[in-house]
Structure formats: structure tokens, C-alpha cells
């Protein structure tokens, strides 16, 4: 049952959209911003036509810059060291995508043999509709099993 389950959801059906993304232009404070603004850990880079060009994630930013930790117990970034940075020169520059129909069983092997913690879903023209995490997978085979 698993196994036909896995070969024939296509991950249109357990991708989260719509994507938050950010720009290659934004300064790169608003990686930062996003990341506690909507609790996520993974940002598709996106150009001037929307397309994916990208990808960064909180465990990048940390080897980047890594916070310091308040006296109230939160953790601070300090926005002018990481405007310091340019987006375009530290992000992940090859992304692997996949396109809406492909199958979950697809998706699942990609990202056990390369260790991606995500995967950017985008139309024929390389705009991103979805992206789909490790804890996504998880969450479909805890509600589906």
C-alpha cells in the first residue's frame, strides 16, 4: 500500500503553496526577516522574472553568520553585518526542481541520494509553485498511513 501510495502521488498533492521567496536583489537581511517572519527554513532565490536561480537556507545563514543570543534568550541578528553579504554570491546556485505532476517516489530518491532537505516545485518556465521539505514527506505519511 505505502509503495503504491509513493509511486503514484504526484507532489502537486503534498507541496506547500504558495512558496514564500526572496529576490537575488534583496538585501540579504531579508533572508533572515522571511525565515522568522513565516518559521520556515528553506528560501527559493528568485530573478527579476521570478524564476529560480537559487536557493538558501537557515543552515547557510548560519554558517554565513551565525546570531548571538540575547539576554532575553532570543537570538540577534545584526542586520548591517548581513547586508554585508550579497545573496547572489553565497546561495546555493544549482537547485534541483521538479515540475507539479512528477511523482513523490521521484522526489524521495532525489533528496535521500543528494541530502537535500527540500525541493522547489515550478511551472514549465521555471517559476517556483511549491516547495516541498523533508517534514512535508513526513507529515504526508503521517496523515496517509
Not at 520556515?40 to 546570531?67: C, T
Request: glycine share 4%; charged share 25%; with cysteine.
Amino acid at each position: 500500500m505505502i509503495q503504491e501510495l509513493i509511486k503514484s502521488t504526484a507532489v502537486k498533492d503534498i507541496m506547500t503553496s504558495p512558496v514564500v521567496t526572496v529576490s537575488d536583489a534583496d538585501e540579504f537581511h531579508v533572508v533572515q526577516d522571511k525565515f522568522t517572519t513565516y518559521d520556515i527554513r528553506h528560501l527559493p532565490v528568485i530573478d527579476a522574472n521570478n524564476r529560480v536561480v537559487g536557493l538558501i537556507s537557515q543552515r547557510h545563514l548560519y554558517k554565513i553568520h551565525s546570531p548571538r543570543r540575547l539576554e532575553s534568550g532570543e537570538w540577534f541578528y545584526d542586520k548591517d553585518l548581513l547586508d554585508g553579504f550579497i545573496l547572489r554570491n553565497v546561495m546555493i546556485k544549482d537547485v534541483y526542481t521538479l515540475k507539479a505532476d512528477a511523482k513523490l517516489e521521484e522526489l524521495m530518491k532525489i533528496m535521500i541520494q543528494f541530502k537535500y532537505g527540500c525541493v522547489t516545485i515550478v511551472d514549465d518556465i521555471d517559476r517556483p509553485i511549491g516547495i516541498i521539505t523533508r517534514d512535508s514527506v513526513i507529515n504526508f505519511f503521517l496523515t496517509h498511513a
